[in-house]
């Protein structure tokens, strides 16, 4: 049994040096350091996310620590901060002191937010000085493949200066490496039948032979010139082996921009699906790596966008679906390659997941003899299955707020964003006692949906923009079958006046008043009129704030 219980951790950016990810940190540490004890915390929160995402989110690939800084917490916290009353003099006491414990409150929101953002950085500082001794190893990295295991001779035995130098490299120590996935493979086809699973069961009982001493990670002497060691990196196991290996490979070469890594393989099918068409050379400047390859890919796919275009009347669409490859070079040493963001992962379920899975709502919509309920949820489930397999997150939003219109929409409806995100707000507080703040699906659809599909230039999407809106229309999908199931609605139009003449909907117009800010203002006005509130306050509605 090898012992691999000791993770890599940390992940530099292709082209990111060690040297500027160590300043990039320390800067981050600094800022947020200070951010203790501010007087201002909402706006000295908000400065520190603003001055630390964009080098964070350049330097660091695991963790990601700008992820972190754009999460949920965070858009939750800028909508309340956002939607702050104006100041002023106050002479009610009770509205005073119901605006000093709402400061109050979020006052300490912020401050555990930065204290949570201040552990995930020192988090990253002792797993960075892990990456320090991991790139001070000395030798040559060269990343064995679970082929060469199997076919060639043990690792021990080869005279690596030797076969180093008949490739014209004169390298006096070889360290040589084992990506984690390497041994998965191994563990996998020992369990088969005919020679490959004797192969894979030897290649497996030499590892443990010469590993069994060392600490997890740790190279081992093989003999003179020569070191081995196992990758522990938990990111990629279950994904594609090849690409395993070639990212373990980038990751080694990143960190030895003076020698960088090798793959030792003699599979000829490595890490291609399908034959490389054509390479495509495009003139970029800069300084950071990463962003001249992004910048190139943007060009690339401005060109390929206009020649699908121009070819689209002569050829069948299916001749267009060429896309871009993962890999990109600068010259023969500085290189590297992303995964597609449309990529496919294994998916396992373990027994306790698939009484999950049949427990969900979803699954309880059938096929044929649908309701009208039925219907619209089934075309919203349509929807999210596209944003689920799209790797675009501005195309996956638009996908997912077409779900969830086709579950809350109403074609006849003036303020359509507005509606909407009320109705979501409503459902989720009869069936669950709690929602999100509104003004995220507001925000969403009036800067995003509305721009793209009325022919403006919708924003980019951030991954955590997206994400966020999944869990919100997923929510949504489940509240809006639970809700029908429990009234024994089935019919769309009767749930959706269901929610429009609740009891409760002066409550949550009044908690909009007070929280929403000045965007909500006329659909307030009408809604309000339309209810005959009269007089309502925040306390009205405190049995069902933000969940």
Known sequence: MIDLCQDLGMRLNPGITLAYADDVLR????????????????????????DTYPTLRQAFA????????HSTAYWNLLLIGGARPDSGVMTDPDVAANR???????????????ENQVKALEQ??????????????????????????????????????????AQGEDVPLTRLVIPLRVIDELDRQKYGQGDLAKKA???????????????????????????????????DRGGDADLSILRCA????NLHQDTGARVLTDDVGFALEKPTGCVAAVEVEGTSLAKMADRARDCLRFLLRAVRIAESGHVQDFQLRFRIGIGYAFDD?????????????ELALTEQGVKELFGHPALSVPMSGRSDIEE??????????????????????????????????????????????????????????????????????????????????????????????????????????????????????????????????????????????SDWNKFLEKEMSAAAVDGASPEAASDGGPA
Request: with cysteine; aromatic share 8%; hydrophobic share 40%.
């Open 27 to 50: 800067r981050a540490e600094t800022t947020w350091g200070n951010a203790r004890g501010a007087q201002d915390y909402y706006r000295t929160y908000t400065d520190a996310v603003h």
């Open 62 to 69: 695991a963790p990601d620590l700008s992820a972190s800084l």
């Open 100 to 114: 000093m414990r709402s400061l109050h409150a979020e006052n300490q929101a912020l401050s555990t937010e930065i």
């Open 124 to 165: 990253a500082r002792a797993e960075l000085e892990e990456l320090k001794k991991l790139a001070a190893r000395p030798g040559l990295p060269v990343v064995y493949d679970t082929n060469m295991l199997n076919h060639w001779r043990q690792p021990g035995d080869v005279l690596w200066r030797d076969v180093l130098k």
């Open 201 to 235: 069961a030897t290649a497996i009982r030499y590892l443990e032979r010469v590993l069994k001493d060392s600490p997890p990670g740790q190279p081992v002497q093989l003999r003179q010139g020569a070191t081995l060691e196992v990758w522990v990196d938990t990111d």
């Open 250 to 253: 980038a990751d080694l070469d």
């Open 333 to 345: 040493r500085l290189h590297g390659w992303n995964r597609r963001s449309d990529d496919a992962c």
């Open 376 to 517: 619209k949820a089934a075309l919203a489930m349509g929807w999210m299955e596209r944003a689920c397999l799209t790797g675009d997150n501005l195309v996956a939003m638009l996908y997912r707020f077409f779900a969830l219109e086709a579950l809350l929409g109403d074609k006849a409806e003036g303020l359509k964003a507005h509606g909407l995100a009320f109705r979501e707000m409503m459902l989720s507080h009869v069936v669950e006692g709690g929602f999100r703040h509104p003004n995220a699906t507001f925000s969403y659809y009036d800067q995003i949906r509305s721009v793209a599909v009325h022919g403006g230039q919708a924003p980019d999407v951030s991954k955590n923009a997206a994400d966020q809106f999944e869990w919100a229309v997923r929510d949504a999908l489940g509240n809006y079958l639970a809700l029908a199931r429990e009234q024994g609605l089935a019919k769309g139009g009767k749930l959706l006046t269901f929610l429009d003449q609740h009891p409760d909907k002066p409550k949550l117009l009044a908690w909009i008043r007070d929280y929403g800010g």
